[in-house]
């Protein structure tokens, strides 16, 4: 059987069992492009069953983008862990992880809020920023600098406005690792102070 025949062969079985391991349909395409990139680079001669060395091996990789995963979401935990250290420093001392999400509520506007939340909670570089946002990298800059100063100005007398949607996705972010759904409904609330401006 030529490699051609034994890929056909064992790709559905291969990506089922990824599938099952990762429950990501694109993700789990990957990992088993992946598994029969490596091997066709490795010597057949020493693989006594190809079966059972594709299912090893596609399971390992699966092991590996699972443990990437989770560091990367124990890094995204950091980041917030840090941030909210800063916060700490900028009179926030009295506040508790929601009180102070409350308070990027109030104290910024939404397209503020948005380049303040990825930049310095998610370390998104001012690249990718502009490219989420669709803003110039020196406006994300000026706005990050005015939010900052926004947010040491005293906070004791903020009313804090009910939880909105955006807050509901920056936890799933923090906890998650994926901020797409957040950048989504960070655009969204920014179109819509924008409309009401206007």
Known sequence: MNHAQTIALYQPMLHTIAYNLVRCKED?????????????????????NT??????????NCLNHLDSLRKKKEEYLDNVSEAFQRFKENNF???DFDAAIHVLQAKLE?????????????DFDYDDIQH???????????LVCRAKQKLTEETSRITLPDTSRWIDSFKKAC????????????KKDISAFTEKKF
């Open 110 to 122: 939404p397209l503020e809020r948005a380049v303040f939340v990825l930049k310095e909670v998610f």
């Open 175 to 186: 906890h998650l690792g994926n901020v797409a759904d957040l950048v989504q409904d960070l």
């Open 93 to 95: 001392a009295h506040l």
């Open 51 to 60: 079966k059972a060395y594709l299912i090893r091996a596609v399971t390992n």
């Open 132 to 142: 989420a946002l669709d803003k110039k990298k020196e406006h994300c800059r000026q």
């Open 28 to 48: 789990a395409e990957d990992i088993v492009q992946e598994t029969f990139t490596k091997w066709l680079s490795v010597d057949h001669q020493k693989i006594q």
